[in-house]
């Protein structure tokens, strides 16, 4: 049995195009294109001619809506003219009706003006003593504010350091009952709460001991080295007199 030939014979495609022949294109080729019909160059300069001149209908119906709109601004103009000076008579005939209001208006104040000065007067003074009465009400009570307020922040002072100084006792305490409970569980509870606040106590008055004894230290230390500073410059001045003799 031998193996199956699957080859395919090569067409060459210049030579199946000529054997079909010239395609049948839809549009125009080429050719076509070339020998169209065009026109002269005197057809094209009258065209242009033409396009210059334009349409005489809409020139017309230019030339038309022109007049009208012409027409139109005279009459608005007008209209406008007429109001202006409508208004400005109004305006003036209302001039002259202020004019005489003020004039009498003036005879009648100056009457009136003499009794009501001195009750003007009367009322000013009454203002005036309200003024510093209220003035010195709300003095009182913005003191005794301030006061109430820095009386109430110094208590929640003193309250927060107590709860702070509570809130470590019981942390301290609870550590201890929980590592004695670790080491003997059989004892009883109240007597590791008192022993528990005994030892807090004594380790409380233990730091303050070492605390006392490290400030006693530093001190002491200060003053060594303040006591050797003044002691050098005394050293370097007698070597200076001393050499001062050698050299007379």
């Not at 106590?201 to 004894?213: D, G, N």
Request: aromatic content about 4%.
């Amino acid at each position: 049995m031998g193996k199956r030939d699957n080859r395919v014979a090569y067409m060459n495609p210049i030579a199946m195009a000529r054997w079909r022949g010239p395609s049948q294109s839809a549009g125009p080729t080429i050719q076509d294109y070339l020998n169209r019909p065009r026109p002269t160059w005197e057809e094209v300069k009258k065209q242009l001619e033409n396009k210059k001149k334009g349409s005489k209908a809409l020139a017309e119906f230019e030339e038309k809506m022109n007049e009208n709109w012409k027409k139109e601004l005279e009459k608005s103009r007008e209209k406008l003219l007429s109001g202006n000076e409508s208004s400005s008579k109004k305006r003036e005939r209302k001039k002259k009706k202020k004019k005489k209001s003020c004039q009498s208006s003036s005879s009648t104040s100056s009457s009136d003006s003499s009794s009501s000065s001195s009750d003007s007067e009367d009322e000013e003074k009454k203002q005036g003593k309200k003024r510093k009465k209220k003035k010195n009400c709300s003095y009182k009570s913005s003191e005794s504010s301030t006061c109430e307020s820095e009386s109430e922040s110094k208590e929640s002072v003193k309250k927060k350091k107590k709860s702070k100084d509570e809130t470590d006792k019981e942390k301290y305490i609870r550590s201890l009952s929980k590592k004695r409970k670790k080491t003997c569980p059989e004892d009883k509870p109240l007597s590791s709460e008192s022993s528990s606040e005994s030892d807090y106590e004594e380790e409380v008055q233990a730091k303050k001991k070492r605390r006392h004894e490290e400030r006693e230290k530093a001190m002491e230390k200060a003053k060594k080295k303040k006591k050797k500073q003044h002691k050098k410059p005394s050293k370097k001045k007698k070597k200076k007199s001393g050499s001062s003799h050698k050299s007379g």
